[in-house]
């Protein structure tokens, strides 16, 4: 089975400027989360997509949004990049909704603002 | 409010040795709990997991976790280290209620060195 798959794996933006991050899901997950991880820290949790509706979210600004599509793949969106959103993007998959099954982590998207 | 503090920053230790992770938890219920390992540059790979029954849950790679309710801890053991385990471990909690469906909460991660 194929694992969580991430585009692009690097990606140089400038402040201002709009980024869309994709990422596809596991075979047979339905569930996807995004996480944000800054240089020597560990992942914060941005939002999770369920049946293509947002179901959590942490402590982001909206101009962090997304989408999850019929298929399961998701994008991460951010308008109006900052210098403090340069970091690794992580995508993670689920089978379900639950915590019971874990998550399954892409290699991540590393995003730099200049 | 919730929080994962994995007091060791970096640890180095020689192959052969056995090795402890320590994780301490703030959390009101009984949590679900991680460990994720991360090799640079690459995204995490689940070690472990506990929800719920017997308190010492094996993992992959020789890897096993011992929750202690009392203590707040899950501490994440292995009793023979190999050069290949040198990397980043990441102990995580997890909300699964409300607005925070999803959210996991991750320490700072514990860097791991190997000594040949």
């Known amino acids: 089975e194929t694992g969580v798959t991430q585009s692009p794996t690097h990606l140089i933006k400038t402040r201002g400027q709009q980024v869309t991050l994709r990422c596809s899901s596991q075979?047979?997950?339905?569930?996807v989360s995004w996480y944000q991880q800054a240089l020597g820290q560990g992942p914060q949790f941005i939002f999770q997509y369920y049946r293509e509706e947002e179901n959590g979210r942490g402590n982001f600004p909206p101009r962090f949004s997304g989408l999850q599509f019929p298929n399961y793949s998701s994008e991460l969106n951010v308008n109006a990049l900052e210098l403090d959103d340069s970091a690794l993007y992580l995508c993670?998959?689920?089978?379900?909704?639950?915590?019971?099954?874990?998550?399954?982590f892409g290699s991540g998207t590393r995003l730099t603002v200049v | 409010a919730q929080s994962v503090t994995q007091p060791d920053i970096h640890i180095t230790v020689s192959e052969g040795a056995s090795l402890e992770l320590r994780c301490n938890y703030s959390y009101g219920a009984t949590p679900y709990l991680f460990w994720y390992v991360q090799s640079p540059g690459q995204g995490l790979q689940l070690l472990l997991k506990y929800f719920s029954g017997d308190t010492l849950v094996q993992g992959i790679k020789g890897f096993e976790a011992e929750f202690k309710r009392s203590q707040s801890s899950f501490n994440l053991r292995k009793p023979s280290v190999h050069w290949s385990d040198a990397a980043e471990y990441f102990c995580a909690v997890g909300l699964d209620y409300g607005g925070s469906q999803g959210n996991l909460i991750f320490g700072k991660g514990t860097k791991l060195s190997v000594k040949p």
């Open positions: 993670a998959s689920s089978k379900s909704v639950t915590m019971n099954y874990g998550y399954t």
């Open positions: 075979s047979g997950h339905n569930t």
